[in-house]
C-alpha cells in the first residue's frame, strides 16, 4: 500500500491558485484560515461630451402623444393673427355697444321731443336730430339741429295748419325757474284755404255761418271767403302786427252792397286772438304770404326759456 500522494504543484502565478499561496513558499497548514475575495470590478465612468459654448438646447417637456418632438413653448405675446382677430372682436363689440346706445338715445329723445310738441299743438308730431352724435350731445346738455314736423291736422283749434319747425343750440343747464333756454326756433306754417274755411265756420258763429267757400289772392296778398247763394263775402288780408298773426278786413259785402266792416273786423280779431294766444316759447310771428293753396307765415324765437315742468305740464318729461 503507497502513501497519497499531495496535491500536484500548483503555480503560485496561476488564478486557480488561493490567495494565500500567492505569497507564501510553503503549503498552509490545516489551521490556516480560508477567506474568498471576489476580483474587484473597476467602476466606469461614462466620458463626457464637451460641446461648443454656443450651442443650446430646449429644455422644454417633450408631447407623450408625440415621442421625440419638443412641444412648443408658450410665448407671452401668442400668435399675431389670434391677437388680431381678438382685437377685432373686442372693437366690434364696442362699436356695437356705442351704435346700440346711440340709436336707443336718438329714439327716446326724438319721443320726448315729439310728445311735448303733441301736447302743445294738439296733433301728432315726429321729431330728429341731426347728424351730430346723440350721446355726446346728452352728456354736454346741449343739443342742436333738432327737427319737428306735424301731421298738419291741425294746430290748436286752427285746422288744416300744418308747422316744420328747427330748433338749434339748446342749453338744459337750467335753475329753478328754468330747464334751460332754447337759443333759436324757426318754424313755418302752412294754412290751406280748406283749413281756414273750417277753422272760421268752426269758430266764427255770424261770419263762419255765412262762408260757403275760401279763395286766394297771391298778387293782391288777400284772402276771399264767400258766402252761399249770393249773400255775400268778407275780403281780407292776412298781415302780422306786433309779432302777432292777423286778419284785416278790407272789403265787406252783403248782398252785392258794400257795408262797413267793423263787425266783421271784431269777430276777426277775436278769432285770431283765440287762435293764437297762449304760444309758448315767446313765439312770434316774422312774416305772412298768401300763395295759391293757402297762407305761410313764419314764427321764430331766441334766447327762450324753456318752462319749468310745473308751470307748463308740456315740458314736464322734457
Known amino acids: 500500500m503507497t502513501n497519497p500522494q499531495g496535491p500536484p504543484h500548483q503555480d503560485p502565478s496561476s488564478p486557480w491558485s488561493r490567495p494565500g499561496e500567492q505569497n507564501s513558499p510553503t503549503h498552509p497548514g490545516p489551521q490556516a484560515e480560508y477567506s474568498y475575495q471576489p476580483p474587484t470590478t473597476p467602476s466606469y465612468s461614462p466620458p463626457v461630451q464637451e460641446y461648443p459654448a454656443t450651442t443650446t438646447f430646449d429644455q422644454s417637456p417633450q408631447d407623450p402623444a408625440e415621442p421625440g418632438t419638443a412641444k412648443r413653448r408658450f ?75 306735424t301731421a298738419g291736422h291741425n294746430i290748436r283749434d286752427a285746422k288744416g295748419m300744418k308747422a316744420d319747425i328747427e330748433i338749434d343750440d339748446v342749453d338744459l343747464h337750467g335753475n329753478a325757474d328754468s330747464k334751460g333756454t332754447i337759443g333759436k326756433l324757426d318754424a313755418n306754417i302752412t294754412w290751406t284755404s280748406e283749413g281756414i274755411q273750417e277753422t272760421i265756420q268752426n ?112 315740458f314736464a318729461h322734457v
Open 203 to 314: 269758430s266764427l258763429p255770424f261770419i263762419g255761418g255765412l262762408v260757403n267757400s275760401v279763395s286766394t289772392d297771391p298778387s293782391a296778398g288777400t284772402i276771399e271767403l264767400t258766402g252761399a247763394m249770393g249773400l255775400g263775402g268778407v275780403t281780407v288780408k292776412p298781415q302780422v302786427t306786433d309779432g302777432q298773426l292777423a286778419l284785416q278786413v278790407s272789403r265787406v259785402n252783403a248782398l252785392g252792397v258794400l257795408v262797413p266792416h267793423e263787425t266783421a273786423q271784431t269777430a276777426l280779431n277775436t278769432f285770431t286772438a283765440a287762435l293764437l294766444k297762449q304760444y309758448p316759447l315767446g313765439i312770434k310771428a316774422d312774416s305772412v304770404q298768401v300763395t295759391n293753396d293757402g297762407v305761410v307765415a313764419h314764427f321764430s324765437t331766441h334766447n327762450a326759456s324753456i318752462p319749468a315742468g310745473g308751470s307748463d305740464p308740456c
Open 75 to 149: 410665448r407671452v405675446g401668442g400668435d399675431p393673427v389670434s391677437i388680431v382677430l381678438v382685437l377685432v372682436i373686442v372693437a366690434a363689440l364696442a362699436i356695437a355697444g356705442l351704435v346700440g346706445g346711440e340709436l336707443y338715445a336718438r329714439h327716446r329723445a326724438d319721443s320726448v321731443v315729439a310728445s311735448a310738441t303733441q301736447c302743445v299743438i294738439q296733433d301728432g308730431a315726429t321729431a330728429s336730430f341731426g347728424p351730430s352724435p346723440f350721446l355726446l350731445q346728452h352728456v354736454m346738455g346741449h343739443y342742436k339741429d333738432i327737427t319737428i314736423h
